[in-house]
């Protein structure tokens, strides 16, 4: 296996940093400008994580292209780190949210609509009753509420390199000592955490276990398929022993797919018959519009009818605010999305090919990697893949946090993008929408193969 030269790998990525700022002036200034009107130069903190130094900023987009202020063209396999897994102005989202946007967005009544996707959202994720909100974020936080409500608990189990939006109690992670710190040097927020938060490695059962004995845990909240911190898989069983641990403590499960949607129309939940209390979901499913969804089982559903009655003959206007949801949630905007990206975009057709063309990608993509001798790895799960700079395969947050390379990591981004080719930021993922094609992974493989081939060259001339 080749060994890679540190210093060279920090000397190339100057140069391509510097060649990233020559091609891109006009985003530069514009990211310039911005500093005087946002906190951080942009809209949203996140978009100045990009390793050029600054965003792109960008013009247009259709499908998997995208182009921006200076010129340049892209093949998008970031989607808005998922937000776009339909794909950049897909039609029938377009054609679907502009047609109730002309009849109104937002009207604090239900449509027509909302009946077709609650029936939908059963078949495809099997839990009987929804709610929406803005975000997936919003809907954890649903869903965590419901749980301390049912269950007279305070604390959240969480599992080390989770991400779960914004929700505090998912903000821990294991030091290197084993205790829990804050994820990422994040403020606690004057949140008490020792009192809401537990954090155990994902994959190790017996830690879960021990965690979840003391009976003070209202629910575990989890990807089936972990993908926030580098992507790692559970190991066979393991999700099984999670479904039986929360069962035997009175416990409830939370399955976040937000990202692991993109396994299948049925998400992990669906593919692997997996049995959650409660069942999340963003991003995607609003085709671009903001929209969260939360479901509920229908042992769940009981007990919270228990706390709020669904049926109150001493109030005639029902009123329960609960601590979740906002004017905004379950709009008739978010609903007509939700129905165009369900009955036309994100099918079980689509993710036939989704799925099997990100198959073929990794599986190239392992062929590329062999061939230089590099020491790498590549995950796979359903439409995404990612390359994890160890040789072994990571089971847990701190197997990807001994093989971490933050600069290999930051040059590979901006290599890509100074060659028209856009990956998630945060890590080394890619993702497939209904309009991917074998011609967007070549152009992906052409640069990789340049990539290796350029990587190598400077490490043995240093």
């Known amino acids: 296996m080749i060994q890679l030269n540190p210093i060279a790998v920090h000397e190339m990525l100057v140069h391509e940093q510097t060649l990233f700022a ?29 390793s050029g130094g600054f965003p792109l900023v960008a013009q247009s987009a259709q499908g998997t292209h995208l182009r921006c202020v200076d010129g340049q063209d892209y093949v998008d396999f970031c989607l808005g780190d998922t ?123 017996a830690a879960l276990q021990a965690a979840l004995a003391d009976g003070d845990v209202a629910c575990v909240l989890t990807e089936p398929f972990m993908t926030n911190y580098g992507m790692f898989a559970p190991k066979p069983g393991f999700l099984d022993a999670l479904r039986a641990a929360c069962t035997a403590t009175g416990t409830l499960l939370i399955i976040d797919e937000t990202h692991t949607f993109s396994n299948g129309p049925g998400g992990c939940t669906g593919a692997q018959g997996l049995q959650p209390d409660f069942f999340v979901v963003g991003k995607a499913v609003g085709g671009g519009i903001p929209v969260g969804l939360y479901g509920v089982s229908q042992a769940v559903a009981e007990r919270m009818w228990q706390v709020v009655p ?23 905007l978010q609903v007509a999305a939700v129905r165009a990206v369900l009955t036309h975009v994100l099918t079980d057709e689509a993710f036939g090919r989704m799925v099997a063309l990100a198959a073929l990608l990794a599986e190239r ?39 971490r390379d933050g600069v290999l990591e930051s040059l590979l981004h901006v290599y890509f993008m100074n060659r028209g080719v856009l990956i998630t930021p945060f890590h080394s993922m890619l993702l497939m929408c209904p309009a991917s094609t074998e011609g967007d992974c070549e152009r992906y493989l052409q640069v990789l193969e340049g990539f290796c081939t350029a990587l190598i060259a400077r490490c043995e001339a240093r």
């Open 22 to 50: 020559e091609k891109h002036p006009q985003s530069k200034a514009n990211f310039q400008a911005g500093q005087a009107h946002y906190l951080y130069g942009a809209p949203s903190h996140w978009m100045r994580r990009w």
């Open 83 to 205: 937000g776009g897994m339909c794909g950049h102005g897909h039609p029938a989202v377009t054609e679907g949210v502009a047609a109730q946007l002309s009849r109104g967005a937002t009207l604090m009544l239900p449509t027509e609509d909302a009946q077709w996707v609650g029936q939908e959202l059963t078949r495809r994720f099997s839990l009987p009753y929804w709610g929406f909100t803005t975000s997936a974020s919003d809907a954890n936080r649903a869903a965590i509420r419901i749980a301390r409500m049912v269950t007279g608990r305070e604390k959240v189990l969480v599992f080390n390199g989770c991400y779960h939006g914004s929700v505090e109690e998912a903000h821990v992670a294991l030091g290197d000592q084993g205790e829990m710190v804050m994820r990422n040097g994040i403020h606690a927020n004057a949140v008490d955490h020792a009192r809401v938060s537990k954090v155990v490695e994902f994959n190790d059962i």
């Open 310 to 332: 669904k049926v109150n003959p001493t109030e005639v206007r029902q009123s329960a605010h609960l601590g979740f949801g906002g004017t905004l949630a379950g709009s008739a």
């Open 365 to 403: 993509t392992r062929s590329v990697i062999e061939r230089h001798k590099l020491p790498w790895f590549v995950a796979l799960m359903g439409a995404r893949m990612e390359t994890l700079y160890h040789p072994d395969e990571p089971f847990d947050a701190t197997d990807v946090k001994n093989g």
